[in-house]
């Protein structure tokens, strides 16, 4: 009977390591603003400030550290939703670049980095880029569609179209 078992875990092993783990995944928005790469700047380069210029989120609240400080914490409250909390990596003021990742979070993303970047463009525009870079927590082969690779990309998708609309929106007008 012991033989028939170990010679069936032998078998099943194999198939087990075959399963996919999630694979890491892409974001890339970026929009032009007919704006002042400095203006642009000034208005999003704020580590405890992304509620002042994206309508998704409620509240941005320093919990350690300095602002615009590498080791910064901040507690971000989405707009009639839950809380997470992020630590700025990087912070680039000549650059005007930073970068940051989800330390804790109920969203259906994990290993989540994101770096945001303002640059002068051509004819006195600026170009703002924002790329992230995270995985799915559904290890399921089936996730609900929400939790699915496509889910977790359209949801940050969504959170970078909406904040760089809002800054376009706001820095135009």
């Known amino acids: 009977m012991m033989r028939k078992i170990a010679i069936a875990a032998l078998f099943t092993l194999p198939a087990l390591a075959l399963a996919e ?6 974001v890339t928005k970026t929009i ?23 309508p998704g989120f409620a509240k941005d609240e320093l919990v350690k550290g300095k602002n615009n400080m590498r080791g910064a914490v901040r507690q971000l409250t989405i707009k009639d939703g839950p809380s997470f909390t992020e630590e700025l ?12 990742r989800i330390v804790e979070s ?24 924002w790329t992230g870079s995270f ?34 929106k706001t820095l135009e007008n």
Not at 35 to 50: C, E, G, I, N
Request: aromatic share 10%; proline share 6%; charged share 25%.
């Open 106 to 129: 109920p969203l259906p993303i994990t290993d989540y980095k994101s770096t945001f970047v303002v640059k002068a463009g051509k004819g006195g525009m600026t170009t703002v880029t």
């Open 21 to 26: 783990a999630p694979k890491t995944l892409t």
């Open 135 to 168: 995985k799915r927590k559904n290890v399921s082969d089936t996730p609900p569609e929400a939790e699915s690779d496509a889910g977790v990309t359209k949801l940050i998708e969504g959170v970078y179209d909406g904040g760089l609309a809002n800054v376009k």
């Open 89 to 100: 990596l990087a912070f680039n003021e000549k650059a005007h670049s930073y970068t940051y």
């Open 32 to 54: 032009e603003v007919k704006a002042a790469p400095a203006k642009v700047w000034a208005a999003t380069k704020d580590f405890d400030s992304l509620n002042k210029w994206h």
